[in-house]
Nanobody, 127 residues
Framework: VQLQASGGGLVQAGGSLRLSCSAS????????MGWFRQAPGKEREFVAA????????YYQDSVAGRFTISRDNAKNSMYLQMNSLKPEDTAVYYC?????????????????????WGQGTQVTVSS
């Protein structure tokens, strides 16, 4: 499985961006996926995650209500709609997949819960 994140860019505070993550392979619909981010000088942190079916979603408290994670299994794609962006949302955003745990009821907020990672896309929010 290979993951490709896209959609990052420069936006003013209060603006919106939509990130996409496309996956190769025919088993996309069987595993949970997540978004993480890493700001300069900080550790990578959890942003949001979605179950294999799309029925369960989880968010970091600081983005809940502003970000929406979704997936389209028919298109092998996952999305992160980011609204009301703040300068503190500036980071490289990574998509991740839990390929080794198909059809799991567990949706992890930890990096160790994911075994495949995309290359990251830069999001910069100006004040």
């Amino acid at each position: 499985v290979q993951l490709q994140a896209s959609g990052g860019g420069l936006v003013q505070a209060g603006g919106s961006l939509r990130l996409s993550c496309s996956a190769s392979g025919r088993t996309f619909s069987s595993y949970a996926m997540g978004w993480f981010r890493q700001a300069p000088g900080k550790e990578r942190e959890f942003v949001a995650a979605i179950s294999w079916s799309g029925g369960k979603t989880y968010y970091q408290d600081s983005v809940a209500g502003r970000f929406t994670i979704s997936r389209d299994n028919a298109k092998n794609s996952m999305y992160l709609q980011m609204n009301s962006l703040k300068p503190e949302d500036t980071a490289v955003y990574y998509c991740a997949a839990a390929v080794s745990a198909p059809f799991s009821s567990v949706v992890s907020s930890r990096e160790r819960g994911y075994d495949h990672w995309g290359q990251g896309t830069q999001v910069t929010v100006s004040s």
